[in-house]
């Protein structure tokens, strides 16, 4: 399964090479159009319906024409609504526009009066401002309840490489793309629009990608199931992982739910240091739990000086005290790899550079979200992505920006995008859990950037398995369930 996902720039430049490889944008056009037809007659369950396609000015308005010829002679009635003047196509789509031998109306609102199917294919990658005149009134009149929309590339409206939607976009029950999806389909609030997201396979060969280098990838197991650690036969628990954590005094609920993600996850020990007065809360809350009082940081050091104990997580529920201060730069300086979550992102707001030249670096996993990383990194712009890599590169660590599209970014540049999350997660203590699920896998030798995708796809699905009503408790008890359910 390909997990590339090509920034629109990026597509350009695939259509580019395979031209160059000899293959004409006629025929990668008849094959976008072709597969469009497909699609609208699979939505329709075989059965014909009155399709009104709304072609723009562009290539997109082009897939438009070629799916009109395939939908007609497939015997359904197809009206077709233009954007624009006619005699100002071009290139391939003018050459689609011809091959079209029916009737070329105005695109208008009234053209969808007892349409059974819109296809939208007014504009895709190539949108450069927002919506607005008739292509905006064209949006707004696909809204009308029980009329199914199938956007081409993308529903016109939305930027394929930010997920911005410019001005308005209609919310499309199936998306029709080419050879690799782009940002939005897999970014908010574009793919609320995208509805089943279908890439079809126009012919291009997998080769072109070669030159083209990409960095973003969807997040799957397919990515890192060679790396998720297993028990040895004959292992012993020291050889699966030694994670430590940090957990307060008032907040202590946070580190229990990460300490029992961390042993579910494989942990082959987890000790919890705490202030001898939450002693009692942590050491009643699970028997397999290694809990350690200490009175400062001093006492978290000497933890730290044992090398077995090799992960480490910092922030659910710590406060933001000295402690929390003190335990986080002693933690870099010990060169341990970990997680930094939650009280992490207010105890060190603005400061990166004091992160850093302290040994901050790509063994650790910052895990905020959106709140959390204004904190640490400032009001950064551009699309969910752009900022989580952005910080990556900033702060030398894997960066995972929490939400229902997460994106996981490592400092090199790549970046993942998670979308396997039910907003069902969206409850107290679920990022608690998250954050033990990643340290459990960094505990047991995992790459960072690969632990924090798996963490990712695992939380997902641990909120999939459990689904409405779940309690940020029930992740942890649904993890080997999960692993099992995905030969993991
Ligand atoms: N490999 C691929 O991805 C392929 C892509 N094809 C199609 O090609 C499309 C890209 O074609 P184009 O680059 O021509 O892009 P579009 O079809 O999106 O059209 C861009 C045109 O619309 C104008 N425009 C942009 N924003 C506007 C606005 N807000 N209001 C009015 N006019 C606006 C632009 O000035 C430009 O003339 C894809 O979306 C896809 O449908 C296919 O034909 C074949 C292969
Ligand atoms: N709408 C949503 N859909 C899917 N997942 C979501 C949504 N909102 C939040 N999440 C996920 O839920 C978790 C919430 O974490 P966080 O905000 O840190 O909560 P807490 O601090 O209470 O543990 C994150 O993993 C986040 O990605
Ligand atoms: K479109």
Same mark, same amino acid.
């Given at each position: 399964?390909?997990?590339? $996902? ?5 597509? &350009? ?39 009104v396609?709304?072609?723009?000015? +562009? ?13 007609s002679?497939? =015997? ?37 009066? +007892?349409? *059974? ?6 504009f ?10 008739? !292509? ?26 930010? =997920?911005?939607? @410019? ?14 999806? #782009?940002?939005?389909? &897999?970014?908010?609030?574009?793919? +609320? ?6 890439? !079809? ?10 030159? $083209? ?13 060679a790396?998720?650690?297993? /028990?040895?036969?004959?292992?012993? #628990? &020291?050889?699966? *992982?030694?994670a ?13 739910l ?5 042993l579910?996850?494989?942990? *082959? ?23 350690? /009082? $200490?009175?400062?940081?001093?006492g ?9 104990r ?6 659910p529920?710590?406060g ?11 933690? %870099?300086?010990?060169?341990?790899? =970990?997680?930094?979550?939650a ?13 850093r ?8 996993? @910052? ?6 990383f ?11 992505l ?13 960066v ?5 599209d997460?994106?996981?970014?490592h ?11 039910? /907003? ?12 033990g ?11 960072p ?15 999939? &398995? ?8 029930? %992740? ?7 692993? #099992?359910?995905?030969?993991?």
């Open positions: 399964m390909a997990h590339e $996902i090509l920034t629109v720039a990026q597509m &350009y430049s695939v259509d580019r090479a395979a031209m160059q490889a000899g293959i004409p944008g006629s025929l990668l056009m008849e094959r976008a159009g072709m597969a469009v037809a497909r699609e609208a007659i699979i939505l329709c369950g075989g059965r014909p319906r009155p399709v396609i709304l072609c723009g000015p +562009g290539n997109n308005g082009g897939d438009g024409f070629v799916a009109a010829r395939h939908l002679a497939a =015997g359904w009635r197809v009206r077709v609504g233009l954007l624009g003047d006619r005699v100002a196509l071009r290139g391939d789509a003018a050459w689609a526009a011809e091959c079209w031998t029916g009737c070329v109306d105005v695109a208008s609102p009234d053209l969808l009066s +007892g349409a *059974g199917l819109v296809i939208d294919a007014m895709g990658a190539g949108l450069n401002r927002p919506l607005e005149g008739q !292509a905006l009134a064209l949006v707004q009149a696909m809204a009308q309840p029980g009329l199914p929309v199938l956007a081409v590339d993308v529903p016109s409206g939305i930027h394929g490489d930010n =997920g911005v939607v @410019l001005g308005a976009a209609p919310v499309a029950d199936v998306t029709v793309s080419f050879f690799r999806p #782009k940002p939005a389909h &897999y970014l908010y609030p574009a793919r +609320g629009h995208v509805g089943r997201l279908v890439i !079809a396979d126009i012919g291009i060969p997998d080769t072109v990608l070669a030159s $083209i280098g990409p960095t973003i990838q969807t997040n799957d197991p397919t990515l890192w199931r790396q998720f650690p297993r /028990p040895a036969v004959t292992g012993h #628990k &020291y050889q699966r *992982g030694h430590l954590i940090l957990g307060g005094t008032v907040m202590t609920g946070a580190a229990r990460s300490a029992r993600a961390a579910r996850l494989g942990a *082959g020990l987890v000790t919890l240091a705490c202030e001898p007065a939450a002693q009692l809360v942590y050491s009643l809350s699970m028997p397999s739990l290694i809990v350690q /009082p $200490i009175t400062d940081a001093g978290f050091s000497e933890l730290l000086a044992d090398p077995r090799n992960a480490v997580l910092l922030g529920g710590a933001t005290g000295a402690l929390l201060r003190e335990a986080v730069l002693a933690s %870099l300086r010990a060169g341990k790899a =970990g997680v930094l979550d009280d992490f992102f207010s105890s060190f707001a603005g400061a990166l550079s004091t992160l030249q302290a040994g901050l670096n790509d063994r650790w996993v @910052l895990t905020p979200h959106e709140g959390e204004a904190r640490l990194f400032g009001p950064l712009t551009g699309s969910r752009d900022r989580a890599r952005h910080a990556a590169a900033e702060s030398g660590a894997v995972l920006l929490k939400g229902p997460t994106v996981i970014a400092p090199d540049g790549r970046v993942r995008v998670n979308h396997n999350a039910p /907003p069902d997660l969206a409850i107290a203590g679920s990022g608690d859990v998250l954050s699920l990643i340290l459990a896998l960094l505990a047991q030798g995992m790459d950037f690969d632990a924090a995708s798996t963490g990712a796809w695992l939380h997902g699905a641990a909120g999939q &398995y459990c689904g409405r009503g779940l309690i940020a408790e029930d %992740l942890p008890e649904a993890v080997p369930a999960v692993l #099992k359910q995905n030969n993991l």
